[in-house]
T-cell receptor, first 114, second 107 residues
Framework: KAGVTQTPRYLIKTRGQQVTLSCSPI?????VSWYQQTPGQGLQFLFE???????NKGNFPGRFSGRQFSNSRSEMNVSTLELGDSALYLC?????????????FGPGTRLTVT | KNEVEQSPQNLTAQEGEFITINCSYS?????LHWLQQHPGGGIVSLFM???GKKKHGRLIATINIQEKHSSLHITASHPRDSAVYIC?????????FGKGTHLIIQP
């Protein structure tokens, strides 16, 4: 089976712009979770989608949003980018929910905001 | 909000040594994950456990729900085990992560 894929792998944006990141889960997985990793804060949970519904959301501002499509692919969007949004964004998929299933991580998208 | 503490933060050991990494959390959880991250960012899930003990090759993970504590052990450590090991707990607020343990195994 193919693993979790994320596109693009690298991205450079300017402050104030918006960005959309994409995640394709392992075939058959219905849960997709998104995480932000920075040197200062480490890994932080953004949100989880299961069967097109947002199940849980971390403590991030409303500029961070996401959605999941009927084929389980997911996108996350960050609007009005700030310098502090520079990070590695990881998605992970699971057969069942995040609370019940082992997480399979993608390679990440490295976002740089200038 | 769950607080996840890992120790040690950094660990350097010689090849062949027995390694232990500890994780403590503050609030009851549904499951605990041990993750491995190599330079470059890729994360691999090593274990997901909610009770007892799991073993995979040279890796062993244990959890004590009453004491809110988990350990990851590596037997006969090898330089390829060098990585950051991250503990994460699954609760009502999603996954909460520890800061990670940076492990270096010297030949």
């Amino acid at each position: 089976k193919a693993g979790v894929t994320q596109t693009p792998r690298y991205l450079i944006k300017t402050r104030g712009q918006q960005v959309t990141l994409s995640c394709s889960p392992i075939s058959g997985h219905r849960s997709v979770s998104w995480y932000q990793q920075t040197p200062g804060q480490g890994l932080q949970f953004l949100f989880e989608y299961f069967s097109e519904t947002q199940r849980n959301k971390g403590n991030f501002p409303g500029r961070f949003s996401g959605r999941q499509f009927s084929n389980s692919r997911s996108e996350m969007n960050v609007s009005t980018l700030e310098l502090g949004d520079s990070a590695l964004y990881l998605c992970a998929s699971a057969v069942s929910t995040q609370r019940e299933g082992k997480q399979y991580f993608g390679p990440g998208t490295r976002l740089t905001v200038t | 909000k769950n607080e996840v503490e890992q120790s040690p933060q950094n660990l350097t050991a010689q090849e062949g040594e027995f390694i232990t990494i500890n994780c403590s959390y503050s609030v009851g959880i549904s499951a605990l994950h041990w993750l491995q991250q190599h330079p470059g960012g890729g994360i691999v899930s090593l274990f997901m456990l909610s009770s007892g003990k799991k073993k995979h090759g040279r890796l062993i993970a244990t959890i004590n729900i009453q004491e809110k504590h988990s350990s990851l052990h590596i037997t006969a450590s090898h330089p390829r085990d060098s990585a950051v090991y991250i503990c994460a707990v699954s609760g009502a607020d999603g996954l909460t992560f520890g800061k990670g343990t940076h492990l270096i195994i010297q030949p």
